[in-house]
């Protein structure tokens, strides 16, 4: 049984490193089921890296990943881990991501994009992941949109047909690494619009973004992320109002 508030997501000493590069550096987190965590950082701390470990985009160096109380892979020798690729898709599947660049197939319409996923990964018949995606469509406003090619889109549609591609996997958690970033200024609001949305289904969520004032109302804890380090992890209100950190501090004071 599934119960809100038990821990969904456990991660053990990540690290991450690219050739003699060390990007993240021990990254210890334990995630409950439902909560909305937001990461800030500046540019080049890790955020990204981090997301994409967590479901193995990025394959950690070093550590453990524990979905629903079971681990992630087999130890191997020096300290990794080996995966294998059914583990892989069936990780993706309940670790799903949205992507900055929307990362949408050019070829198919909204609606095969958002089937994809249960057709090749889940197995469902086509019958039923038209109508999954049908309604994930509906539930991010682009219910309209089904037959149109990601070309014929604004930014934020195609963010918005990306995030029902997501939804259309049923994931236990949900990942946005920076969803509004590539979008012009009067496209944000409308897929902010769509997330904040999502709250109501108690999903867990994390959210690598630059807006803070959506942060704060929308997650339930904050991290800071520094140089591949958590330096600050709380509640909303703590963490940006009286950050613990000097240097969070200062990474605040560029936005005010
Ligand atoms: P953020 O998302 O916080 O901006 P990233 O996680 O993208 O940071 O990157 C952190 C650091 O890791 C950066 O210095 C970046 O250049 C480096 N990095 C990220 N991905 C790769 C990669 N595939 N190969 C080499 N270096 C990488
Ligand atoms: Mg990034």
Redesign the pocket.
């Known amino acids: 049984m599934t119960v809100a508030g038990d821990v969904v997501l456990q991660v053990e000493d990540l690290h991450k490193s690219?050739?003699s590069?060390e990007?993240l550096k021990g990254i210890d987190l334990s995630v409950r089921r439902g909560e909305r965590i937001a990461i800030l950082?500046?540019?080049?701390?890790?955020?990204?890296?981090?997301l994409?470990c967590l479901n193995v985009l990025?394959m950690p160096t070093r550590g453990r990943l524990i979905l629903d109380g079971e681990a992630v892979g087999k130890p191997a020798a020096g300290g990794g881990t080996r995966y294998r690729e059914a583990e892989l898709n069936r990780l993706r599947a309940r670790v799903g991501m949205v992507f900055q660049q929307f990362n949408l197939f050019p070829h198919m319409t909204a609606l095969e994009n958002v089937m994809e996923g249960p057709l090749s990964v889940l197995g469902r018949s086509r019958a039923e992941a038209r109508r999954t995606a049908q309604r994930h469509l509906e539930r991010v406003g682009l219910g309209g949109k089904a037959e149109a090619h990601p070309a014929r889109l604004s930014g934020g549609q195609q963010q918005r047909v990306a995030i029902a591609r997501a939804l259309a996997m049923d994931p236990e958690v949900l990942l946005f690494?920076?969803p509004t970033s590539s979008l012009d200024p009067e496209l944000v609001g409308e897929v902010l619009g769509v997330i904040n949305d999502l709250s109501e289904d108690g999903r867990t969520m994390l959210l690598?973004t630059h807006e803070l004032g959506f942060a704060y109302h929308f997650a339930t804890r904050i991290l800071f992320?520094h140089e591949?380090r958590i330096l600050e992890d709380g509640p909303p209100e703590q963490v940006l109002k009286s950050p613990r950190e000097e240097r969070t501090r200062r990474f605040l004071d560029r936005f005010t």
């Open positions: 690219f050739g590069t990007v950082g500046s540019s080049g701390s890790g955020k990204s890296t981090l994409r990025e690494d920076e690598v992320l591949g």
